[in-house]
């Protein structure tokens, strides 16, 4: 499905975009662009240049100053780890690293087979839960590494159901 | 009949607070007289989260703390439909943990966990919209300017420059055509006061624009508000059309001739778009880059028009200084900085979550009185205030008041509002590395110290806690501080020597143990530490397994040992065990 997408680009969804010549659309042109889509393609990129006037490198520089735009697919699974004041001086370092060693990735990387991704967010709101992680939308607080480890099992556990799931039905 | 309100600011939902709110959703099923069900904004103890509040119609009310959905039957039964209180869950209501709010004064948050946020009926019933009301039927714009003045409001985005007298200008710079902005840009790790604000009583938010727009003459405004923040949004797009809807937005508000429109801009996640030059340059869709100022956006701002900029927290204080008096406003602290300031609280401290407390309270106060002190009564070391920008006030110093002056003195910053309580487990050193990567990574680039100094700066705290600094390093620290801060364009880089230098001022020793000693006195940069396996140990293997340079040895099933001669201090033993046995010293 993803190659679809990238060989033959469809245009964004019309009523998204109310794109009405007026300056300062960029961002809100971008942003929904990778709330369609999940990310930033080159083609995407290209179809914002054409319908703005606005040229492709000044795009790629808006994009790649932001650090909400990305330019690659996110996993299935979105682990955010929260690295705000309160969760650094609880130890948020010890998750980053007891996810790296568990899932084999690192910050603004994507496991092999998609599945997850490592993303780093300042604060998040539940400092008195500090250690604290978002995995898509469930949050996970006051963690240790053996109680983290045990968490993120689970997950591979569940991608692998999944992966079953998927070769069985095929 | 009894009603059942929930805390869901994000706080509460990262709690738990939904999954409580559908459980009573389905009790409600069940028993479909028995209470009303209501959501409400943070309520500022977002330590005992998921916070529970239950009225009894006759105006007494009670709640319950760290709710889960279990718990919710029990609720049900013995306290909504048998009218007995769970005394074991209670938070407040009788002389419970009274100490929270007691020395609080809240102005900014006044309806922040008490009205729906989603509602603009409650805003309404609690004297929402009587002061824009006020201002613009009965009020010149001067006179209004005047009010502000006389509260002696400042900027409570961090720089704390008079808010009357940068309204004065924007109103007297030339121009027919003329911007509102709200910087709800909260970017400091550490730091969500703004948030709890706009997901709490957005409404406040847009009074306080409604009344600046009309004070300086301009009929748009722009909400820059961080895309990180979808609760925040949805409750500003929310209040935004119920305000439309009743007339206080759109054109001729309030019946008068005065026209007025607010528009939401999404952050796309860069700290620097909190500068003002640098957030206007974002709104118009560029890279979020400084500019050298003057002009300022008083004179010139968005798309080169005069613009005024304040933040949240400012805006919300506006109706209530319009509705009481400038002088009802500046009776509350001291000499230099008059009013109320919201804290965000974090840390080692008991109590976490929102407070607001006079201007001319001691750092002292807010720590022991009203957050209960630190968390299993450790040693208070330092609090770190101001976020990147700002710096650490050592526990000897925290007697100084709250106030613009007394805190600048110290070294650090008022700033936006983040205050971290830091114990003897924090290594400070540490904290000055933490804050200046994240400096490092948020400069835009444009200027050369800023872009190359903060990395020489960060390289220098890397090589110190890993064992390797030099006295050197401490005066190539202090220079390199001193040219970032005199050859930055913007505050971010003026300030992120901040934390290094507060540190290296009232921590000298600390820096001095790394570099000499090669030890971490906090136990906390990893590189310094001894690692040892404890009884704990199952002999399970997996640390053995994964030490990249063989120093575990044991049998299986047997207690492993660390080869002190062979260990790297890599921590992976550390992070791998499931059964909590390696313990570092």
């Given at each position: 499905m993803a190659e679809q997408t990238t060989d033959k680009f469809k245009p964004f969804n019309v009523d998204l975009w109310k794109y009405d010549g007026q300056a300062g659309a960029l961002i809100p042109l971008l942003q929904s662009a990778q709330d369609t889509y999940g990310y930033i393609s080159e083609k995407a990129i290209d179809y914002i240049s054409h319908v703005t006037g606005i040229p492709s490198a000044d795009i790629y520089g808006v994009v790649t100053f932001y650090a909400q735009f990305r330019t690659k697919p996110l996993g299935k699974y979105v682990i955010k780890v929260c690295n705000g004041t309160a969760c650094h001086v609880n130890g948020a370092k010890g998750i980053a690293d007891t996810i790296n060693d568990e899932l084999n990735i690192d910050y603004d990387e994507t496991s092999d087979e998609g599945a997850f991704s490592l993303l780093s967010v300042a604060c998040i709101g539940c400092c008195s839960l500090a250690p604290v992680i978002v995995i898509n939308d469930e949050t996970y607080g006051r963690l240790t590494p053996a109680k983290l480890r045990k968490i993120l099992r689970s997950y591979k556990q569940k991608v692998k159901k999944e992966a079953q799931t998927a070769t069985d039905q095929g | 009949m009894k009603t059942v309100k929930i805390g869901l600011g994000t706080c509460g939902i990262s709690a738990g607070g939904e999954k409580v709110y559908r459980a009573f959703q389905d009790e409600l099923k069940d028993h479909p007289d028995a209470f009303v069900l209501k959501e409400t904004g943070c309520i500022g103890m977002c330590y005992r989260e998921v916070l529970v509040e239950v009225s009894n119609g006759n105006g007494t009310a009670h709640m319950y703390g760290e709710v889960t959905p279990e718990r919710v039957g029990r609720i049900i039964d013995e306290d909504i439909l048998g009218g007995a209180t769970i005394d074991e869950w209670l938070v407040s209501g009788e002389d419970r943990e009274v100490g929270f709010f007691d020395r609080q004064q809240r102005i900014v948050l006044r309806n922040c966990g008490i009205i729906?946020?989603?509602s603009i009926d409650e805003y309404i019933d609690m004297g929402g919209y009587r002061a824009a009301r006020r201002a613009l039927t009965q009020m010149k714009p001067e006179e209004v300017i005047d009010e502000v003045v006389t509260s002696g409001l400042r900027g409570r985005g961090g720089g704390g420059f008079p808010t009357g007298t940068k309204w004065k200008f924007t109103r007297q710079a030339p121009g027919d055509k003329k911007y509102i902005i709200c910087n709800a840009d909260e970017g400091d790790p550490g730091a969500f006061m703004d948030r709890s604000i706009l997901e709490g009583d957005p409404s406040a938010v847009l009074e306080g624009m409604i009344i600046a727009g009309y004070a300086i003459g301009a009929d748009e405004a722009y909400i820059y508000c961080r895309a990180e923040y979808p609760k925040a949004i949805a409750r500003l797009r929310q209040a935004i059309a119920q305000a439309r809807k009743n007339g206080f937005l759109g054109n001729r508000v309030f019946g008068t001739e005065f026209n007025f429109n607010i528009k939401i801009k999404e952050g796309a996640g860069a700290f620097v778009c909190g500068e003002e030059t640098a957030l206007i340059a974002s709104i118009e869709g560029k890279r979020g880059m400084p500019r050298f100022r003057p002009p300022f956006p008083a004179q010139s701002g968005l798309w080169g028009k005069p613009t005024n900029i304040n933040n949240v927290e400012t805006y919300a204080n506006v109706p209530w200084i319009i509705l009481n008096g400038g002088e009802a406003y500046a009776k509350y602290g001291t000499e230099d900085s008059k009013g109320t300031k919201v804290f965000a609280m974090a840390g080692k401290v008991k109590r976490t979550g929102l407070v607001e407390v006079p201007m001319g309270v001691t750092i002292n106060e807010i720590i022991f009185d009203v957050c209960g002190g630190i968390i299993d009564d450790k040693k208070f070391k330092a609090v770190q205030m101001g976020g990147p920008s700002g710096g650490c006030i050592p526990a000897s110093m925290c007697d100084i008041q709250i106030d613009y002056q007394q805190i600048n003195r110290t070294g650090a910053i008022m700033g936006s509002g983040g205050l971290v309580v830091m114990d003897e487990t924090t290594c400070m050193v540490d904290v000055a590395k933490f804050f200046l990567t994240f400096t490092q990574a948020e400069s835009c680039g444009k200027c050369t110290f800023c872009r190359i100094g903060t990395k020489r700066m960060l390289e220098i705290l890397e090589r110190i806690t890993a064992g390797e600094g030099t006295m050197e390093d401490l005066d190539n620290l202090d220079e390199l501080s001193e040219q970032i801060r005199a050859a930055s364009l913007c505050g971010l880089g003026q300030t992120a020597p901040n934390p290094v230098l507060t540190t290296l001022k009232y921590f000298r020793e600390e820096y001095e143990t790394h570099i000499k000693?090669?030890?971490?006195p906090a136990h906390v940069c990893s590189t310094l530490l001894t690692y040892t396996i404890n009884e704990k140990c199952t002999g399970c293997t997996v640390c053995k397994t994964a030490c990249p340079t063989d120093a575990i040895f044991g049998e299986k099933k047997t207690v492993h040992m660390i080869d002190q001669n062979k260990c790297?201090?890599?921590g992976k033993c550390f992070t791998v065990c499931r059964f909590d046995a390696v313990v570092k010293d």
């Open positions: - | 729906d946020p989603g000693e090669k030890k971490c790297i201090k890599c």
